[in-house]
């Protein structure tokens, strides 16, 4: 007797750009482990990135900035074990592509060997051209990440709306369009004007994914802990919460302790 196991259509770039050419949007979220990974590709995500974020969500630092490269390549083994169906999208940490394109190959390479990751993604636009088309020459999948870069913000000084004023606009299309160019394959758009997030994603054919960028990205993108309100006090207004975890674990692990304080855990039934 044979098994069939039941094929699994993988989301792949060229998955995503289809996905556009018919008009459907693409989802992305966040994971840093194998237990999360496991739970959004059970529940079909297109795109799980592991994102530098998980130096805030998962180290508690303040900026992405303190990851390192070994970590992030942690995550992303941990991640991409967990997969049967999604594109795996891993950040290149800050200080790993900057400035030097042999970096940014080293860099990707070991994410891709190591890790065994589908494609990365680094942030900026002109300043780093350089080091995405030699990691492109490599052939490993680029998404670019315009906007808010969180890696700069000691440029920027705070977290706020990027592009609002015309001048910075017309950079981040030009950017844009660049990115394009060069053979990114899809580009994430942080924090800017819903009506700018619309332009560039209807002059670009790539797929842009959108977090605080309005409803006309080509796919929108959360971070995971912040979506099941695992992270607490931290509140912007594209953020929709569709959980409260951090009650419900708490609430539960409050219950656990009672149980074993007075006595009740473990019961007649739990014991061998
Ligand atoms: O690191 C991250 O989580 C990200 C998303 C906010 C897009 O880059």
Known sequence: ???????IKKITTHVLHAMKL????????????????????????????????????MAGHETTLPITLDQMIYHAQSVIRAIDRA??????????????PMK??????????????????LEGGAEVVESIQ????AGVPVMGHLGLTPQSIYKFGTY????????????????????????????????????????VSEELDIPTIGIGAGPDTDGQVLV???????????????LRR??????VIQGAVENYIKDVKDREFPNEKELY
Do not use: W
């Open 160 to 199: 706020s709306v990027r592009a609002k004023e015309e001048a910075e606009a017309a950079k981040l299309i030009e950017d844009a369009k660049l990115l394009q160019e060069v053979g990114c394959f899809a580009l994430v758009l942080e924090k800017i004007p819903a009506k700018l997030g619309k332009i």
């Open 104 to 121: 940014a190959l080293d860099s990707a390479i070991r994410i891709m060997k190591e890790a065994e990751a589908h494609s990365i993604k």
């Open 242 to 247: 569709y959980a409260e975890l951090f009650q």
């Open 1 to 7: 007797m044979s098994i069939h196991k039941k094929e």
């Open 224 to 238: 995971t802990h912040d979506l099941l309100g695992i992270t607490k006090d931290f509140h912007p207004r594209f």
């Open 134 to 137: 030699r990691i492109l020459s």
């Open 22 to 57: 018919r008009g459907e949007k693409i989802s992305m979220l966040t994971a840093y482990d194998y237990s999360m990974a496991k739970i959004l590709d059970a529940a079909k995500i297109d795109v799980i990135l592991v994102g530098d974020s998980a130096s805030n969500v």
């Open 87 to 100: 594109l795996v999208v891993v950040d290149l940490p800050f200080g790993s592509y900057q400035g030097n």
